[in-house]
């Protein structure tokens, strides 16, 4: 792609990032861009460098679960109270920003359809001040993750069961939750960790030696440092390499919890593509694939999350393009850690872009999207 190298180098110039890798494949041919550094003073930046992606994951852990659909251990319509009889009977608020003591019982039960379509109750909503936004976050951690911070999944989900829905199962969109008690629901059905049935699933697969829910000792050199930006604009370190991910956390997050490389996104992603084939072998149905990066549910009009776009199993699918970067069925997600990831049916494309700041306004998204226009619009 035209330009590549001269977006990765942009941000790192003027000290926005520190570093950034990307990567742009169609057909058999990865472009891939380098700059900056690993962390500030430190390492150059290299093509396998390890991220943490953040909303990244959402994709990963759905098509772990439509695994485990094509193999018939669960159904999209089967009821979550099978595994999670913590949430057979949630209540409902009356609306979004009530208090969390005004609430009407739950019409009916949750599906594991409900939570990959983000339709179950469960998440954020726009208005960050609602008590149930602030219960998720003080009772949950659901915000930038924090591996080692979040509890159990026992000790989790009987948290989740005290705070009401956001709406009526069924009948709407909320962000972010709905991924991570998914994650659960799979390790219940499995009988594992939530890392072992991704593992089992997707990783072992396709061969994402990379990717995973923390970093192996022997990896740690090629692991990012995560940054955010203080009131100043400086650069203040998040998460180094010996951090939160340097053992398996209690709480695998499949809402957020996971790292790859460029490479290891991209192959998941070329899966997709190709319709779940990998290597001469089936890693995913023709309609699990189909189903996850088709429009699935729609978020209220100009939702901050999913604005005016639909959401899949695990990422936003566009159903127009009312930004340049946006494009009629395009598939994917961005992390809030700086990241982004994108697969292109019409043309076969997939577009990766990893950063390490947290990405906290406008100016974050502009730089993202200066590339992802690249890739929607060449010459733009």
Known sequence: ??????????????????????????????????AGVRSLGGAAMSRDTVFRIASMTKPLVAAAAMVLVDRGRLGLDDEVRRWLPELAAPSVLRTPTSE?????????????????????????????????VVALQERLHQG??????????????????????????????????????????????????????????????LGLHDTGFSVPAGSRDRFATSYRADDSGDLVQVDGPDGQWSEEPAFASGAGGTVSTVDDWCTFAQMLLAGGQHAGRTVLSTEAVRQMISPQNRAEPGNLFLQDQAWGFGGSVDVSAGQLWEVPGRYGWMGGTGTAGYLYPATGTVAVWLSQRE???????????????AVARPGR
Do not use: C, K
Not at 4 to 24: I, K, M, N, Y
Not at 101 to 129: C, K, M, N, Y
Not at 172 to 185: E, H, I, K, Q, S
Not at 359 to 373: C, H, K, N, S, Y
């Open 1 to 34: 792609m035209d330009g590549l190298q001269e977006l990765v180098e942009e941000p790192t110039r003027t000290g926005s990032v520190p570093g950034v890798v990307a990567l742009v494949a169609t057909g058999g041919r990865r472009e891939v861009a380098v």
């Open 100 to 132: 969390l003591d005004d609430v009407v019982p739950a019409e009916r039960p949750i599906t594991v359809r409900h939570l990959l379509e983000f339709s179950a109750g469960h998440g954020l909503v726009p208005q960050f001040d609602a008590p149930v």
């Open 144 to 205: 930038p993750p924090e591996p080692q911070r979040i509890p159990a999944p026992q000790e989790w989900v009987a948290r989740l069961a005290e705070i009401p829905l956001v709406h009526q199962p069924g009948r709407g969109w909320t962000y972010n939750t709905g991924a991570d008690v998914l994650g659960v629901l799979l390790a219940r059905v499995a009988g594992t960790s939530l890392s072992q049935v991704l593992a089992d699933t997707v990783l072992d697969p």
């Open 359 to 373: 990405m906290a306004g406008p100016a974050d998204l502009a730089t993202v999207g200066r590339f992802l226009t």
